[in-house]
């Protein structure tokens, strides 16, 4: 049980003993919008309701309760129909740096998804077609994700599923076929495949009978058979080891990774099997799920030329992952234009028995300045692109604050800041809101960015590092300013941050955490002196508050998936 919570169990049942009922629970108690009002607060209007008195005689009739209690590490008062507390800080820091600096990487973990399996699919990327800005958000997105749920005590499973077997595939192949089959591979290949598909775009727009050879193309592909398949195959490792470095670069891993070609044939037999019980009909030709009397229209499954959509890869993974991972939910991390789409697959999968929780976690698009992002005419910027140029305008400026370090240590820390600024940039917002994405923003020392949160990092860790010749003692009972007062609050909060996070899938509630934290300490750093104070007993407290904010920051951004620099 973390600090903060084992307080609020106490007040409540101090509470619930003076009135004689179990009436009140912890969630009843609020932080108030005021620091002046106390630390915490009970709102009393629903009370009053249940003993039919105003909300301000029962604010008042518990504080005078109140004051005869003996024992208690915390003193009330009120304000109107408000029951303030104000806890006793000291006592709170204790506990604060016993679970902050003894359990290190694993504070703020919790365990109320009691070890239930879920799986979050993320990075779902179309091979043979280019990786950018707008593929980052839902993998950073998708990471972040992950740890927060295994921070909440989940067993989760990481996994990506690649889309390698769609009509895009026929369009990049056919335009290289017809445009490129002849000229040198450059060596980033997956790059080159995702220049190639532009190119196809373009073309098809141009030429009438473009349309009928990519079908024919997508044919031969699915008969997996000839030549073409053979370039299919080829083709599909350089996109695939493109991922692999990438995931790499952003230190992503996947327990598994998923190829819709995989799933092809077990899907048409599905969609056979389904067909003549009569789960799915005929249309025009094509084979749908006729889902309009749950309102969620019609979802294809194969076209009238008998190629196959989405779902008929979708409905046997989806089989896979329970029946082989004996999952409680599935998480699917898939941009919001796919809203309707996964009603559908989830009313199929429903309808064929599957009760587990499945959640479709939607995200909005990453802009460029001049618009939308679109891999079909090419106005994108690449995971190669950002990744280049964010890189370089890190190790410059990490090069102008250190003309001593070696080119080694200005690449180490100049890549950690380049994760960093990429991964904060695409989860500082919630999913809901569109990213524009400012470079020059991104890299900022004293913004909301994540070079801030490393730069504060680095910062304690000068402090701590220049201490490490002396042994204070500790004594939290001398730690009496306000703004201690504020951060030992704040770091207690931690896993109420953690919880909440996990309980909405929303990394954003995290960086706020985190730079609220970093704000306070910075300007808790120029106020109060550390090293500097007035005795031995206060260096060491103050040393004790910063190791736990040090310690507090890093396992925020751990749960960001972003790096710490223990020097900039």
């Not at 008969?223 to 692999?244: A, H, N, P, V």
């Not at 587990?356 to 460029?368: A, I, T």
Request: one cysteine or more; a positive charge; hydrophobic letters at 40%.
């Amino acid at each position: 049980m973390y600090a903060i919570e084992k307080i609020k169990k106490e007040i409540i049942k101090q509470l619930n003993d003076i009135l004689g009922s179990k009436i009140l629970k912890v969630d009843n108690l609020v932080y108030p919008p005021q620091a002046g009002f106390g630390d915490l607060s009970l709102p009393c209007f629903e009370l009053a309701k249940e003993i039919k008195k105003s909300p301000v005689e029962v604010a008042n009739d518990l504080l005078s309760e109140i004051a005869s209690l003996e024992g208690i590490n915390w003193g009330a008062n009120t304000v109107g129909p408000y029951l303030n507390f104000k806890l006793n800080i000291q006592e709170l820091a204790k506990e604060v740096f016993k679970n902050g600096n003894k359990m290190e990487e694993t504070y703020g973990y919790v365990k109320i998804g009691k070890k239930k399996r879920v799986m979050i699919e993320y990075s779902n990327v179309n091979t043979h077609k280019q990786y950018h800005v707008g593929h980052l958000r839902n993998i950073c997105y998708g990471d972040s994700v992950t740890r927060i749920l295994t921070a909440n005590g989940y067993e989760t499973i990481p996994v990506s599923y690649i889309n390698d077997f769609g009509i895009h595939v026929a369009k990049t192949l056919w335009a290289y076929l017809e445009f490129y089959k002849d000229i040198e591979i450059p060596k980033n290949k997956g790059y080159f495949l995702g220049q190639i598909y532009v190119r196809s775009v373009e073309e098809m727009e141009k030429n009438p009978l473009a349309k009928d050879m990519v079908s024919f193309m997508m044919k031969k592909i699915e008969s997996r058979k000839g030549k073409e398949y053979k370039l299919w195959q080829k083709t599909r490792k350089w996109s695939i080891e493109q991922f692999d470095k990438i995931y790499k670069e952003l230190g992503v891993k996947f327990e598994a990774i998923f190829y819709e070609n995989d799933f092809m044939k077990e899907g048409m037999d599905m969609v056979e099997a389904l067909y003549k019980k009569r789960l799915l009909t005929k249309s025009d030709g094509a084979i749908i799920a006729d889902l309009e009397e749950y309102g969620l229209n019609v979802l294809m499954f194969l076209r009238s030329d008998g190629t196959a959509m989405y779902p008929v890869a979708d409905l046997p993974l989806a089989r896979r992952k329970f029946d082989k991972y004996k999952l409680d939910a599935s998480i699917y991390v898939v941009d919001i234009r796919q809203s309707l789409y996964f009603k559908q697959l989830f009313k199929v999968l429903e309808k064929l028995g599957y009760k587990q929780e499945m959640v479709h976690l939607g995200h909005d698009y990453v802009k460029l300045p001049s618009g939308m992002m679109s891999s079909r005419s090419g106005t994108v910027i690449t995971y190669e692109e950002l990744s280049e140029e964010v890189f370089n305008k890190a190790a410059l400026e990490t090069r102008s604050r250190h003309s001593e370090w070696s080119d080694k240590k200005v690449n180490e820390v100049a890549t950690a800041i380049k994760n960093g600024a990429i991964k904060f940039e695409m989860i500082k917002s919630g999913a809901d809101q569109v990213i524009s994405f400012d470079i020059n923003q991104a890299l900022r020392f004293d913004g909301y960015t994540a070079a801030y949160l490393q730069y504060t990092y680095a910062r304690m860790n000068s402090i701590v590092k220049k201490s490490e010749s002396n042994k204070y003692k500790i004594d939290c009972n001398v730690l009496k300013e306000k703004e201690e007062h504020s951060l030992i609050l704040k770091i207690s909060k931690y896993p109420e941050a953690v919880i909440s996070a996990g309980k909405n899938y929303n990394p954003s509630e995290i960086v706020r955490y985190a730079q609220e934290l970093a704000r306070d300490f910075n300007d808790y750093y120029h106020k109060i002196p550390i090293l500097k104070a007035e005795d031995e007993k206060l260096i060491g407290a103050r040393l004790e508050l910063l190791k736990a904010v040090k310690q507090t920051v890093k396992n925020s951004l751990e749960l960001l998936g972003i790096d710490v620099v223990e020097e900039m």
